[in-house]
């Protein structure tokens, strides 16, 4: 595969297509032959790989109306896109082949997936023939269905412990390149971005990612026993910092904050928490850059322009202000027109800001069934946490729940349960916590996968 991505990247335009085919039906063989090496395939696609936007509109377009906000921005696709969508195809042909594969397992979201996303199915087939959206709007509605078959592959393939730890390291290894790729940035001057992001880049998005490796490793390194393991993971987070902070996302440094609490409130070593916790604090105007202190003080003190709002006797900068504007947009103008269902994916102006653009785009139900999918979420979460015995995926949940708790205050500025960098590792990392937590109540009570199920909770 590196062979050819090679071969494609030096090749003529008009060898390409061939390549590509060859690459397909190269996917396609590993993919019905090892699960496994499919799944490494598809972590390391999650941060490593190119995206091409296509679609979108011009300046003009927007002004006229014939295209909204959302739909301005294009379609991007990405080689993890493709590589999915053939590996998901080849799954079922292969569950079909080999029927002791057995069904999909039933785990305690399955019911709020299949319902939130019926929702936005459903909302956005109403929008698109009421004229509202293109077909524009169904290539994310994929996008969202592709998060979920993530989860269930990753879950319904994983048998045995170590396994799942070598996932965990493929895991920890692409966080590890793509954070190197985000230092080689800093000497531009920009803020940081993921690899292959374009002129433009997403710093926000490469910012809530790294806060949730960097609370995965965190975990993990709280349940590590002193040596050489310990050693390599506090490095890890060394690396993993250096690039997150020069993202000077507000965002992810409110995530980091919100999951560093969690970590404090629920890990067994308050004390070492606390107190690192309160140096990093004290230590932070000094050690930091001053275009990172700049960046987050700029929220205040920025120079007064036009559009500023004032919060509280506080004046806030344009872009903040511009957020909480869309927020009180959606609430007072766009979504009481259509309340019950939005007016579907991609069909409302473009909103940085996942609770609102949820409201907007799939209404009052679309909200609950989301908010209930979160809730279970974090429930799935706080039970691997309780229940997992083996170290290393105890710290992992550990990390996990903290940083699923991150990403809930990240959501408030990004559109954070859409964007693909931060989803795909995340619905990877519950895929493997479940798995793990399933194995050990097999292995406890000596009980078929169906039977250890009995004991989740549904509500």
Known sequence: MLLLYVVYLIAPGEVRGPLLLIGALVIVVIAFTSVE???????????????????????????????????????????????????????????????????????????????????????????????????????????????FLLFYMVMNHLHDKETIKRFFIVLLFTCFVASLVGISQIPSGGRVSAPFEGAEGEPNTFGGYLMLMFSLVLGVFLYTPKGKRRLMLLTLMGIIFIPFVFTESRSSYLSFIASMGLFIF??????????????????????????????????????????????????????????????????????????????????????DAQYPRVLLETGIVGLVLFLWLMRRIWVLLRRCYGEIEDSVFKGAALGAVCGFGGLLVHAIGANTFIIVRIMEPFMII??????????EKKEEEALPDDENLQSFPVT
């Open 37 to 147: 090496l499919t799944l490494y395939l598809l972590i390391f696609a999650t941060l490593l790989s190119p995206e091409l936007t296509t679609g979108g509109g011009t300046v003009s377009d927007l002004a006229s109306g014939r295209i909204n906000t959302t739909e301005s921005r294009g379609v991007t696709f990405r080689m993890d896109d493709i590589l999915l969508t053939l590996v998901c195809l080849t799954w079922l042909f292969r569950m079909a082949v080999f029927k002791e594969l057995g069904s999909v397992r039933e785990t305690p979201i399955n019911q709020p997936i299949a319902w939130y996303w019926l929702t936005t199915l459903f909302s956005t087939l109403i929008g698109f023939y009421a004229g509202h959206i293109g077909m524009y709007g169904f290539f994310f509605v994929l996008k969202y269905l592709e998060y």
């Open 430 to 439: 519950i895929g493997l916590l479940f798995a793990a937590l399933l194995l």
């Open 266 to 351: 629920l890990s067994e070593r308050k004390t070492l928490l606390i107190v690192v916790s309160l140096i990093g604090i004290a230590l932070a105007p000094v050690l930091l850059p001053q275009n990172v202190i700049n960046r987050v003080m700029f929220t205040f003190n920025q120079a007064e322009e036009a559009g500023q709002l004032n919060v509280g006797g506080v004046k806030i900068d344009t872009s903040t202000s511009e957020r909480l504007k869309a927020w009180e947009n959606v609430l007072t103008k766009d979504f009481p027109k259509n309340p019950m269902l939005g007016v579907g994916v991609t069909g409302g102006v473009f909103l």
